[in-house]
């Protein structure tokens, strides 16, 4: 391809641009042509490494080129408050698309009790078990599908099929509305009167932007919370310019299990604030509408009891 | 100022001008002499802004001192498909802020693709007394409490329409606030809320509008309201209804029925939440006089959908789901002559296997058929080349032509070619082609074919296309209209970019999401240009942490007088002279 461009020549590439009806649009300097064509060549190396886009998996093409060009950080990195030893699950590389949408699209399958257990899943890659629950999407953003005619397609779906947890990697149609969820975060506006919504708002506490995420992508809350730690624990967002937030001091212990510096809530449709977990999913899905990541210290007093690990009650029942 | 004596008298040419409404015209008019411009510039009463960061508030207002309607859109397109990470900006708040002491007697505010939140929906409400448009589609950040605040306040509403909004939906109760002295009201779009309004203020208020012309409920009005809501508004031209389906009652069908052949005006029709055949047959009556047609939440089949679209011989537009299948095709290319749009959309999008049988020859049919049809969207899942080129010869009076096969880089099934030259037949025919999306396998050679021939080209969407830079090459330096371009996943690089960077000031806007140009190259387009703002979007940290060679993970160029901004989240970096400094 480099004797193609240059066969075009410098002026000529650059200058054709400049040729439309648009009056008012100042003619630009040839010169930045001349600064194109002499841009270091060993860009075209490192570009040709790695990225191949061209064909083979996305996800693959992707991890490559950020191992040359810098590591995404890790909950390894982080010295966490309660040590957890079996947890090294997430981030290895597990964008194998840039936006969040998909980290929290393609949930792991973790097959853990609501206790802190190991995660059985520790070091496979996501992009698999997002095979399982995409299809064969596991693309942000494709099909080009708005996210509120995504949510209307399964809603249909779900009017047909019970609300208890269903095993992944059913290939029954009623199950099609599990797997139809590789569009990351976009709220869900037609939350209907039979409850089912597709995104939800999530805020953390400290945190300035909140985000996104689609409750059909699960089954249940081991995945939701695993899908927040990643969407919330990481430390991609730019720490600084978001004015210093501690996130990389929190610890990525499971939000359910009460002992990480923060919890998991929800506000249902009375516009109570509850702890996530002690009602059956699907009566949580039916009556959800947004999440909130709490502090534990404010967390005194919301909604049910939960215990930490010992069995200790450590807040009063509402 | 010297004045020819052949030259009219201000008032004249302003009268003259104020029959010019298009934005294309009146910049024309405004290039002609200083005084014509400055003649324009008093009497614009409308302007659009298609990138809100192309221009500021302050800048607008000080040309345009009388404006009375503003239409604005914000995020690029692809924020549609969450390519856009969430606090990318596009804020509407700093132009109502600045429109609501310049423009006292604004009426018309029309957005897309804003975040607008409640602070700004009530100072529009409190801010402009004659008040009147508010269109907000595909926007989001507000709740129903600013809604509220909109019905409560906007005495001379005529229009609120809020498609395809993401709404913080606390309740129903804001349709409610529309005083009973309100009666203004012209069109009103709910269809994207969720919650249940008040059926009674609902009807109260439909009957007390006798010029609503536009109404479209939302999924939370059950069928059988419908009637009700009907007979209140028999003068309706749109409506949108809300659940199409009910348990089977002879008397529920029969007011249905009767309420439907009672809109003697009704011309379009959407909604259908759910429709059960059994209550399709309610319409029949007005499907002859029907332009419009929405059926692209309606889970009906094929054998349904055909005898349908079969009574509607007048339609227009067609939007419906894949169910309609290739047989639902052959029947609306028979009978539907007018037919000039037509959007079909996936069922299931993620399935692996395809569940209903639409193939290319639906489209191909279609094409034979309607003479008319110039606009498509058509998603399936296989193509052929020889059914592009069958399209593009059938058809060459298409104008927007948006294809999207559901498995990237699918080749041409039968003869397993990419389909460049399918997409080229259609670039070729289709002279007058205004926008493409291209889809399936594609080489370099395609943009070839684009660059050569897709001379009023508006607008092109790439994905998982091309070879190399040349692909990019070609459309930048062939496509001399070209406005909007969006890449996502293509091999596309530096070179192109460099090469045609003046190409960039004459275009509104580039997107290109995982592809490969280096944050090397960003800086220097950022620095080189000076009227461009180039934003790179990199969730992973400031690019200056990582080699000059890496590349960004998102790009969004566009051409702007207003500089770099300033309401950035943490994500996105603007490259200019200063990034150099600010990003080591």
């Known amino acids: 391809m480099e004797g193609g461009l240059g066969l075009l020549g410098v002026s000529g590439g650059g200058c054709s641009g400049a040729s439309t009806n648009e009056s008012t649009v100042s003619k630009v300097e040839v010169v930045v042509d001349a600064e194109a064509s002499s841009y270091p060549i060993e860009a075209e190396l490192e570009l040709g490494l790695g990225l191949s886009i061209g064909g083979g998996s996305v996800g693959k093409g992707k991890s490559s080129v950020w191992g040359e060009c810098g590591r995404i950080l890790t909950a390894k990195d982080f010295p966490s408050l309660v040590s957890q030893p079996h947890r090294g699950h997430n981030n290895n590389n597990n964008n194998n698309n840039n936006s969040n949408a998909t980290a929290s699209a393609c949930v792991a399958v973790s097959g853990t009790k609501r206790a802190a257990e190991p995660v059985s899943h520790e070091g496979e890659s996501p992009t698999s078990i997002s095979k399982l629950l995409c299809g064969s999407s596991q693309v942000v953003g494709w099909p080009p599908i708005r996210a509120y005619r995504i949510n209307s397609l399964v809603n249909q779906a779900k009017a047909s099929r019970s609300e208890e947890d269903k095993s992944f990697g059913e290939k029954d149609k009623s199950n099609d509305a599990s797997k139809k969820i590789c569009n990351g975060n976009k709220t869900n506006a037609t939350g209907n009167e039979k409850g089912h919504l597709g995104f939800v708002k999530v805020n953390m506490d400290g945190v300035p932007i909140g985000r996104k995420v689609d409750l059909n992508a699960h089954t249940s809350y081991e995945t939701l919370a695993q899908t927040l730690e990643e969407m919330f624990f990481r430390s991609t967002p730019p720490v600084s310019s978001m004015g210093g937030e501690k996130q990389q001091s929190a610890n990525l212990s499971n939000l359910l299990d009460g002992l990480s510096e923060f919890v998991l809530t929800y506000e249902d449709k009375e516009g109570d604030w509850m702890l996530v977990g002690d009602v059956p999913w699907g009566m949580f899905l039916s009556s959800v509408k947004r999440l909130r990541i709490m502090r534990t210290s404010e967390a005194n007093g919301l909604g049910p009891r939960f215990q930490d690990r010992n069995g200790i009650q450590i807040s009063k029942p509402v | ?584």
Not at chain 2, 337 to 361: C, G, I, Y
């Open chain 2, 1 to 584: 100022m010297l004045r020819m004596a052949s030259s009219f008298p201000e008032e004249v040419l302003e009268h003259v001008f104020s029959f010019i409404y298009d934005d294309k015209d009146r910049n024309a008019i405004s290039m002609v002499c200083k005084s014509w411009y400055e003649i324009e510039r008093w009497c614009r009463r409308r302007i659009f802004v298609g990138n809100c960061y192309a221009v500021s508030p302050p800048m607008v207002i000080r040309r345009f001192p009388e404006v009375r309607s503003v239409e604005l859109k914000g995020k690029p397109h692809f924020a549609d498909f969450n390519l856009v990470p969430e606090g990318w900006g596009g804020y509407v708040y700093p132009w109502i802020a600045a429109m609501a002491t310049a423009y006292p007697w604004l009426e018309e505010i029309r957005l897309k693709r804003m975040v607008v939140t409640d602070e700004a929906l009530e100072l529009i409400a409190k801010s402009f007394k004659n008040f009147k448009v508010l269109v907000l589609s595909s926007c989001e950040g507000f709740s129903t409490d600013g809604l509220a605040a909109i019905a409560a306040n906007c005495r001379n509403l005529k229009e609120l329409d809020l498609r395809e909004s993401e709404v913080d939906d606390l309740s129903g109760h804001w349709l409610s606030h529309f005083p009973d002295s309100y009666t203004s009201l012209v069109s009103l779009n709910i269809s994207c809320l969720g919650s249940e309004v008040s059926f009674s203020a609902l009807e109260r208020l439909v009957g007390r509008c006798p010029n609503l012309r536009t109404l479209r409920l939302n999924r939370a009005v059950p069928l059988d309201r419908l009637a009700n809501i009907l007979c209140r508004a028999p003068q309706l031209v749109e409506l949108g209804t809300g659940t199409y389906s009910a348990e089977l009652q002879p008397d529920v069908f029969s007011s249905l029925a009767g309420a439907f052949s009672g809109c003697k005006e009704l011309r379009s029709l959407s909604g259908f939440w759910d429709a059960v055949p059994g209550y399709l047959p309610a319409i029949y009556p007005i499907c002859p006089s029907l332009t419009s047609l929405n059926l692209s939440y309606a889970t009906i089949r094929s054998t349904d959908l055909t005898k349908l679209v079969s009574q509607c011989q007048s339609l227009q537009r067609l939007w419906v789901l894949d169910y309609i299948e290739d047989i639902g095709l052959e029947a609306l290319a028979a009978f539907c002559k007018d037919l000039r749009e037509l959007r079909v959309f996936p069922s299931e999008p993620f399935a692996q296997e395809p569940n209903v049988s639409l193939t290319e020859q639906g489209l191909v049919s279609v094409s034979e058929g309607c003479p008319k049809l110039h606009s498509v969207l058509y998603f399936c899942r296989q193509m052929t080349n020889d059914a592009l080129a069958t399209i593009a010869r059938n058809r060459p009076n298409m104008t927007r032509f948006r294809l999207c096969i559901i498995e990237p880089r699918a080749p041409d099934y039968i003869t397993l070619q990419p389909l460049d030259d399918g997409f080229g037949a259609i670039v070729e025919h289709c002279k007058d082609l205004q926008r493409l999306s291209m889809a399936g396998l594609l080489t370099d050679r395609v943009f070839e074919h684009i660059g050569n021939h897709a001379k009023k080209l508006e607008m092109l969407s790439v994905a998982f296309a091309g070879d190399s830079d040349l692909g990019l090459h070609h459309v930048l330096s062939g496509c001399e209209n070209l406005r909007k371009l969006e890449i996502r996943d293509c091999p596309f690089g530096d070179k192109a970019l460099l090469v045609n960077a003046a190409k960039l000031e004459t275009m509104r806007s580039l997107w290109m999401s995982s592809c490969s140009v280096s944050f090397g190259a960003c800086k220097l387009l950022g620095q080189k240009i000076p009227r461009l703002n180039v934003e790179v979007m990199d969730e992973r940290g400031p690019p200056g942490s990582r080699p000059e060679s890496c590349p960004v993970e998102k790009l969004y160029i566009y051409r702007t007088v207003a500089g770099p901004r300033f309401d950035m989240p943490g994500f996105v970096w603007t490259m200019d002279e200063d990034s150099a400094l600010r990003l080591s």
